[in-house]
């Protein structure tokens, strides 16, 4: 059905409008540390193709198909050492004679593929920038644990709750010789490692393997947060199983920008007018500035 108007909606009418399909990662870590967020500014030296951001094949083809799209813009330039800022610009436009085009639905679907290629680069890495949900040798501040062997998801429950466990307490031990802290998150990465944790105990069908790993962790606050597989679908994370530790508080952010509808208008052609809208969207990483602040340790299971 078409969103044809009388009156034309603002770019922050048509905002307020857009519903979110996907739930952000990096969101819910920005809620900890709002006041360490540093958003740097965009710049034009360089083009940036869609190919470099986007999987294009997960896209709905009216959307970013030849014929209908236009690629602006994109922009980069370093800032210091520790992170390269990237803006990109992401556009569309579609003809007003065809029949059945929603402006509407076409930014839910291009602001639910930004925010997961978004989501990927601060959790995987992109252009540069250092991913979270892996580890660098020369970053003295984030800390390795030895990689993990689960026992087979056929073991016995008591045999797979007691590894649990332990990995819990291990990552405790970590903590507590490292950041200290008490308030912590824990993603996720992983189907495989989400539905063997997921796990319940068949005679209680309550206990799941998820609440033996936070036994191990005491009495820290610990908030368990999985990684959708659509933010690491194409990496090099994408058939991995592993934890990442995050101490609170302890995280910089750095980004030239959240995805975001940035404008709308209308052009005229010899061949018909079309409304077209802008996105733009900023490379992204997250540091920490404590030693532990970020524990990363991979998992593997008993063959």
């Known amino acids: 059905m078409s969103d044809k108007r009388d009156v034309e909606l603002t770019v922050e009418e048509y905002r307020e409008l857009i ?10 870590i920005m809620a900890h540390y709002q006041n360490q967020i540093r958003v740097h500014s965009f710049n034009t030296k360089k083009v940036i193709s869609k190919k470099d951001l986007l999987d294009t094949k997960s896209i709905v083809p009216t959307v970013f198909n030849v014929e209908a799209s236009e690629v602006n813009h994109a922009k ?17 436009r579609v003809s007003q004679m ?6 509407q639905s076409n930014h839910n679907a291009i602001m639910r593929e930004l925010t997961i290629a978004w989501d990927s680069a601060n959790l995987v890495g992109n252009f540069g920038n250092k991913g979270l949900l892996k580890h660098y ?3 003295p501040l984030r800390v390795k644990i030895d990689d993990a062997t689960l026992p087979k998801r056929d073991a016995a429950f008591e045999v797979r709750a007691k590894a649990a466990k332990d990995l819990g307490s291990k990552m405790k031990s970590k903590i507590d010789a490292t950041s200290a802290s008490e308030d912590l998150m824990l993603l996720v990465y992983g189907e495989k490692l989400q539905e063997y ?3 319940t105990n068949s005679a209680t069908d309550v206990a799941t393997l998820y609440g033996y ?10 908030e368990i947060v999985e990684v959708p597989a659509l933010a690491l679908r194409n990496t090099d994370l994408a058939n991995e199983c592993g934890f990442t530790l995050i101490s609170n508080g302890t ?4 980004t030239t920008g959240y995805p975001d509808l940035d404008k709308v208008g209308t052009s005229e052609s010899e061949n018909g007018d079309y409304d077209w809208s802008r996105f733009k969207v900023g490379s992204v990483q997250t540091q920490t500035n404590t030693e532990g602040g970020i524990i990363n340790q991979k998992v593997k299971f008993a063959s």
Do not use: H, I, N, W
């Open 213 to 222: 790993l936070l036994k191990g962790f005491g009495t820290k606050r610990v």
């Open 98 to 103: 065809q029949e059945g085009s929603s402006r």
């Open 137 to 139: 040798p020369d970053d």
């Open 76 to 92: 980069f330039f370093p800032v210091g050492d520790t992170f390269t800022a990237v803006g990109m610009y992401q556009g569309f």
């Open 197 to 199: 944790m997921t796990d």
């Open 19 to 28: 519903v979110p399909s996907y739930q952000s990662v990096t969101a819910k």
């Open 251 to 254: 995280q910089e952010m750095d």
